[in-house]
């Protein structure tokens, strides 16, 4: 003979511990998206774009500085992952940024929330180690004056390709949450002159889910 057996909340509320048609025993909120057929994640690729829209990232930033961002949207609660910089210039070097020698004010780095406030990832990245530091050396490869340089990324010209990966730097397993209709936004400003070099960009990747 079955036991019917239920798990309550002690504290009044009412609630019950429940099992999905998965087998999944749901014992706590988590901070990401439960597993089941009722939740539709939508891949989000996203580039860090101006109010006007331009993903370019080389500008003249030294006198207005000039901001790039992916922001909350309407409806649905953004997950970022990783975000994908290119950084390519003709002769690059690590103690540079691109090919430009190490910024005076560098590129800021924040998560900005209107109502809980900034937090700033990076103050000044300058050269393209700081990037590659921030990123925690990922993807490593190539050796000494070499060492995270591909080749041939922009026409002829190398870069480096730090991919940032919000789930290793802070330990949230579905990256940095974005929350629906909110003014929540990740935020590279950038405070000098970078339209010279070859390329610069980034891309966000993670997911989206419809808020109910």
């Known amino acids: 003979m079955s036991l019917d057996i239920k798990i309550k909340d002690g504290h009044g509320s009412g609630s019950a511990v429940r099992v999905n048609e998965y087998g999944d025993l749901i014992i706590a909120a988590q901070p990401y998206p439960p597993i089941g057929a009722e939740v539709v994640l939508q891949p989000v690729r996203q580039f860090f774009k101006t109010d006007a829209g331009a993903s370019d990232m080389r500008v003249n930033g030294s006198v207005t500085n000039q901001k790039f961002y992916i ?38 780095f924040e998560y900005v929330s209107d109502d809980l406030g900034r937090v700033t990832i990076h103050d000044a990245l300058k ?22 340089l591909a080749s041939n990324v922009s026409s002829t010209s190398e870069a480096y390709l730090p991919v940032i990966d919000f789930t290793n730097i802070f330990g949230v397993p579905f990256g940095l949450k974005l929350r629906a209709d909110s003014a929540d936004r990740l935020v590279f400003t950038i405070r000098d002159d970078v339209s010279t070099i070859d390329q610069f960009d980034c891309i966000a990747y993670g997911f989206k889910r419809a808020v109910r």
Not at 137 to 144: E, H, L, V
């Open 71 to 108: 922001r909350a949207v309407q409806g649905y609660d953004t997950y970022i992952k990783v975000a994908s910089v290119v950084i390519a210039d003709a002769s690059s070097s690590l103690n540079k940024f691109g090919n430009i020698t190490a910024l005076t004010n560098g590129v800021l």
């Open 127 to 148: 050269t393209n180690f700081n990037f590659v530091r921030l990123a925690l050396g990922n993807p490593a490869f190539g050796a000494t004056t070499n060492s995270f």
